[in-house]
Every structure is written in C-alpha cells, then in structure tokens.
C-alpha cells in the first residue's frame, strides 16, 4: 500500500520557521522525484520545490529560493522541506508527491494528504 504521510504543520509568526517530512512507503522510493507543492484557495496549487531520486538536483520556484530547502534521505524513505523567513503569503496546506516518469510521456504520481501551514502576520 502506497503512503506519503506529512507532519511538521503548524502555526508560526512571521519570520519563523518550520521543517516538514513526508514519510514514504509501499514504493520504491529511491527511484521517484519527490516534490513539495502547495494549495490555497486563491491560488491553487503551486509548485514549491523539487529533488531528484539521488538527491544531486534540486529545483526551486521563485517563491522558495532564498528561503526554502528540500532534502531527502533514501534510507529512511523520507524528504524534508525547510522553510525559513516564513510570509503570511507561504500559508498553504504543503503535499509531498511522488512522480516517476514510466516511459511514452506517462508519469506515475503519488499524493500525500497534506500538512496545514499557517503564517501569522
């Protein structure tokens, strides 16, 4: 059975900061780009950052740079998303996703259930 579980949401000031983890199981893993992406009801969902299967890459939107950091640890099956210099505007419920892509244009993806963020001004 596929499971991404996030913790680490919670309620901050702004300026603080929190650490997430996405703990993955029934899937291997160490083969699958893992990423953070983000959704309000005013903007949807919004990619955050992202990182390849041996960790060596790691992309992030604008909104993260500077700020955020992904990590992952293929022993433990888990990826971590730091946020620093937390905003009001980074007030989100974060997902971890899976994806690896299988070949013909077709990706395999697999959702967490989400973590609530919220940035108190």
């Known amino acids: 059975q596929v499971q991404l579980v996030e913790s680490g949401g919670g309620l901050v000031q702004a300026g603080g900061s929190l650490r997430l983890s996405c703990a993955a199981s029934?899937?291997?893993?160490?083969?699958?780009?893992m990423y953070w992406v983000r959704h309000t009801p005013e903007k949807g969902f919004e990619w955050v950052l992202n990182?390849?299967?041996?960790?060596?890459?790691?992309y992030y939107s604008d909104s993260a740079k500077g700020r955020f950091t992904i990590s992952r640890d293929n022993a433990k099956n888990a990826v971590y998303l730091q946020m620093n210099s937390l905003k009001p505007e980074d007030t989100a419920v974060y997902y971890c996703?899976?994806?690896?892509?299988?070949?013909?244009?077709?990706?395999?993806?697999?959702w967490g259930q989400g973590t609530q963020v919220t940035v108190s001004s």
């Open positions: 996703a899976a994806t690896l892509d299988v070949g013909l244009g077709v990706q395999q993806r697999y």
């Open positions: 029934g899937f291997p893993f160490s083969n699958y780009w």
């Open positions: 990182i390849s299967p041996d960790g060596g890459t790691t």
